[in-house]
């Protein structure tokens, strides 16, 4: 699966760039395939604390789905926050939760009409990048 992200903002998409971006609403062609956008854990089977604190950890329950980052709570300070959660389903884009430092906790719900799929979870740390995590209704 090809991982496209906007120039102009930094939005991802999945195997083909959108007319124009859901974020920001630049054109197509400022989407460019970029393999390495999304960050993932050097060894799975062994998380280190880093991975820890930023890969997103989902719960479903009545079609809502909430997205912790990390395991081990990520810090919401002035120098290292999350900036916010992008929420997919099959890959395609459905919202964006923004989240402020020092006001909001790296934590954001929301309510799904799909009765099945998969959810995928893109959290993104204003110093270590995007991170992915993934379930299913």
């Known amino acids: 699966m090809k991982v496209l992200v906007c120039g102009k903002c930094g939005h991802i998409e999945f195997d083909e760039a959108p007319e124009h971006c859901l974020v920001c609403y630049a054109p197509a062609d400022q989407f460019a395939e970029d393999e390495d956008a999304i960050k993932r854990?050097?060894?799975?089977?062994?998380?280190?604390?880093?991975?820890?604190?930023h890969i997103p950890v989902l719960?479903?329950?009545?079609?809502?789905?909430?997205a912790t980052v990390g395991d081990i709570e990520h810090v919401m300070q002035d120098a290292h926050f999350i900036r916010f959660l992008d929420y997919y389903l099959d890959h395609a884009f459905v919202s964006r939760v923004w989240l402020s430092p020092g006001t909001c906790r790296p934590v954001a719900t929301i309510q799904l009409a799909?009765?099945?799929?998969?959810v995928q979870v893109i959290e993104n740390c204003n110093v270590h990048g995007n991170w992915l995590s993934?379930?299913?209704?």
Request: proline share 7%; glycine share 14%.
């Open 41 to 53: 854990p050097e060894d799975p089977g062994e998380l280190t604390e880093g991975d820890k604190k």
């Open 59 to 66: 719960t479903v329950e009545n079609g809502a789905v909430t």
């Open 114 to 118: 799909a009765e099945s799929g998969t």
């Open 134 to 137: 993934e379930t299913t209704l």
